[in-house]
């Protein structure tokens, strides 16, 4: 196991370099993941922001769906960001017990900046850039609520699956991507010989 954890961001559509950036600044290593074969031999996982029905549509196309769901059911860590949340919930992915409003705030000209506290995050609030942004309209129990805003719960988490609504990555401050490069080194520890579809696949910067 090589001390860089290896992280996939999904690039079919929507702001997948700003995430790769921010990782990148943190010292991991990170692909692009368009074809179920990107996703062996990764560490970590992020679904961008983006657009939910072309993601959709994209993750049918190239039959990643199920791809996806083996490789959270084998403990990678997952952290899905605006639309990536809607992808994370009952109506598509299912991988988390919830069920996202799609432009919950409204839409494009509704965008806000908003200071969101959130449980487990050290250094105070976070300020969430909120463009057409969901919010988690009704959840299992298995689903903590990490923060909320007006009422709306913006950010939770479930097992090693953390999603929010809000864009952290277009933001100078790192700590959601720390806090989720933290749960990836944990998982390794439990998994040192990392987790495989089919063996190892390439590392890339």
């Given at each position: 196991?090589?001390?860089?954890?290896?992280?996939?961001?999904?690039?079919?559509?929507?702001?997948?370099?700003?995430?790769?950036?921010?990782?990148?600044?943190?010292?991991?290593?990170?692909?692009?993941?368009?074809?179920?074969?990107?996703?062996?031999?990764?560490?970590?996982?992020?679904?961008?922001?983006?657009?939910?029905?072309?993601?959709?549509?994209?993750?049918?196309?190239?039959?990643?769906?199920?791809?996806?769901?083996?490789?959270?059911?084998?403990?990678?860590?997952?952290?899905?960001?605006?639309?990536?949340?809607?992808?994370?919930?009952?109506?598509?992915l299912?991988?988390?017990?919830?069920?996202?409003?799609?432009?919950?705030?409204?839409?494009?000209?509704?965008?806000?900046?908003?200071?969101?506290?959130?449980?487990?995050?050290?250094?105070?609030?976070?300020?969430?850039?909120?463009?057409?942004?969901?919010?988690?309209?009704?959840?299992?129990?298995?689903?903590e609520?990490?923060?909320?805003?007006?009422?709306?719960?913006?950010?939770?988490?479930q097992?090693?699956?953390?999603?929010?609504?809000?864009?952290?990555?277009?933001?100078?401050?790192?700590?959601?991507?720390?806090?989720?490069?933290?749960?990836?080194?944990?998982?390794?520890?439990?998994?040192?010989?990392g987790?495989?579809?089919?063996?190892?696949?390439?590392?890339?910067?």
């Amino acid at each position: 196991m090589t001390d860089e954890p290896l992280i996939g961001v999904l690039a079919l559509q929507g702001g997948f370099e700003a995430h790769e950036r921010m990782l990148r600044r943190l010292g991991a290593c990170t692909r692009e993941v368009r074809v179920p074969g990107d996703l062996e031999g990764l560490d970590g996982l992020i679904l961008p922001g983006g657009e939910s029905t072309t993601m959709t549509l994209g993750i049918a196309r190239e039959g990643l769906a199920e791809p996806l769901r083996r490789l959270a059911a084998g403990g990678t860590p997952i952290f899905g960001s605006c639309a990536g949340l809607i992808m994370l919930d009952r109506d598509h992915l299912g991988l988390m017990d919830m069920r996202a409003d799609r432009n919950a705030f409204g839409r494009q000209i509704r965008s806000f900046e908003e200071e969101v506290e959130l449980s487990g995050l050290d250094g105070g609030s976070i300020r969430g850039i909120f463009i057409r942004a969901p919010w988690i309209a009704e959840h299992g129990s298995d689903v903590e609520v990490l923060g909320s805003v007006d009422g709306h719960p913006v950010a939770a988490r479930q097992g090693k699956i953390l999603a929010v609504s809000f864009h952290s990555e277009l933001g100078e401050d790192d700590r959601l991507h720390r806090l989720f490069l933290d749960r990836v080194a944990e998982a390794r520890l439990e998994h040192p010989h990392g987790h495989t579809l089919e063996g190892a696949g390439r590392r890339v910067r």
